[in-house]
């Protein structure tokens, strides 16, 4: 089983309306989570993270976490065409007496006008 | 403006040769980290140092060097071991409070 897993899409959403991307993960030692947008060709960026159960709302951003069922989501709203790119999830996990980012292959997602 | 600057942005490796791989911070991070990106993949972790002239192998090290000489700098050399080079290489750097990790823009390695 992998640590972190993606569905890779491509997932195809309909300008305006919601885009929502899955994460799990299979190590119950993970403490942060994180969303990483990233354009083609380009380096990831850090969009959204959460490290407390529950919902975390960032403008048009929410992330939701659920550790009993190691199960992190982000949810886009009003999704414009610019948000069109693929979103990368990301664990953190202890590694040899420090942390390390694990992360999973990503989901290709496209905004259609 | 404080960032994260990996150099060149594109890279052309020689078969049987060693390149370096540039990556500085102006950050004042202690935390350094190299990912590779292969297409259609996410991250793998290849070497991180925690600490100026301490470093650790990641999942991926096998093929790769690295050095810590100063807290602002973190090169990574791709030596000739490493049979299968050609991915997108991140420099990330990690400050000592929360674990958000910010990438520099890459440098894209090609085997000709």
């Known amino acids: 089983q992998k640590e972190v897993e993606q569905n890779s899409g491509p997932l195809s959403v309909p300008e305006g309306a919601i885009a929502s991307l899955n994460c799990t993960y299979s190590?119950?030692?993970?403490?942060?989570f994180f969303w990483y947008r990233q354009y083609s060709g380009k380096s990831p960026e850090l969009i959204m993270f959460?490290?407390?159960?529950g919902d975390k709302e960032d403008g048009r951003f929410t992330a939701q976490l659920n550790k009993a069922s190691q199960y992190v989501s982000l949810l886009i709203r009003d999704s414009q065409p610019s948000d069109s790119a693929t979103y990368l999830c990301?664990?953190?996990?202890?590694?040899?007496?420090?942390?390390?980012?694990?992360f999973g292959q990503g989901t290709r997602l496209t905004i259609n006008p | 403006d404080g960032g994260i600057t990996q150099s060149p942005k594109y890279l052309f490796r020689k078969e049987g040769q060693n390149v370096t791989l540039s990556c500085e911070q102006n950050?004042?991070?202690?935390?350094m980290y190299w990912y590779r990106q292969d297409p259609g993949q996410g991250l793998r972790l290849i070497y991180y140092?925690?600490?100026?002239?301490?470093?650790q192998k990641g999942d991926i090290a096998e093929g790769y060097s690295v050095s810590r000489e100063k807290k602002e700098s973190f090169p990574l050399t791709v030596t000739s071991a490493q049979k299968n080079p050609t991915a997108f290489y991140l420099c990330?750097?990690?400050?000592?409070?929360?674990?958000?990790?910010?990438f520099g823009q890459g440098t894209r390695l090609t085997v000709v």
């Open positions: 959460i490290y407390s159960n």
């Open positions: 140092s925690q600490i100026v002239n301490d470093f």
């Open positions: 190590d119950r030692g993970s403490q942060s």
């Open positions: 990330a750097s990690q400050s000592g409070e929360g674990f958000q990790v910010g």
């Open positions: 990301a664990v953190s996990l202890p590694f040899q007496g420090a942390q390390k980012l694990v």
């Open positions: 950050l004042n991070h202690d935390a």
